[in-house]
């Protein structure tokens, strides 16, 4: 498989993924912000952190589920959608925005 290099659009596009990533982030409850850095740690956890993941998780049947804002989902939804648009009219691969600094 050839790899086609990335352009200046890719680099917007993944600096606006990221942008509305990190705005979704910053606005989250800290609950929320809690669940993910309990699914982080079971990455080489331990069974205690099984046991938080599980309590803090958004799909466990007793936990509210996360809230994102609707102009933050749509806002990252977008993105999205302009970095699949570029990929398949290029050819190229939008990377993350660590790759491109």
């Known amino acids: ?28 409850d800290q ?8 699914v982080y740690r079971l990455i080489g956890g331990t069974e205690e952190d099984v046991d938080r993941a599980q309590r803090l998780s958004p799909y466990s049947s007793n936990a509210e589920p996360p ?15 302009k970095k699949f648009r570029h ?3 290029t050819g190229h691969n939008v990377r993350p925005v660590s790759e491109y600094c």
């Open 1 to 28: 498989m050839k790899i086609i290099p990335a352009c200046e659009e890719c680099r917007a596009i993944a600096l606006e993924i990221a942008a509305a990533r990190a705005d979704a982030w910053d606005s989250a």
């Open 67 to 81: 809230r994102i804002p609707e102009r933050l989902h749509r806002r990252i939804s977008l993105a999205y959608e």
């Open 31 to 38: 609950r929320t912000k809690d669940a993910w850095d309990a």
């Open 87 to 89: 990929e398949a009219e």
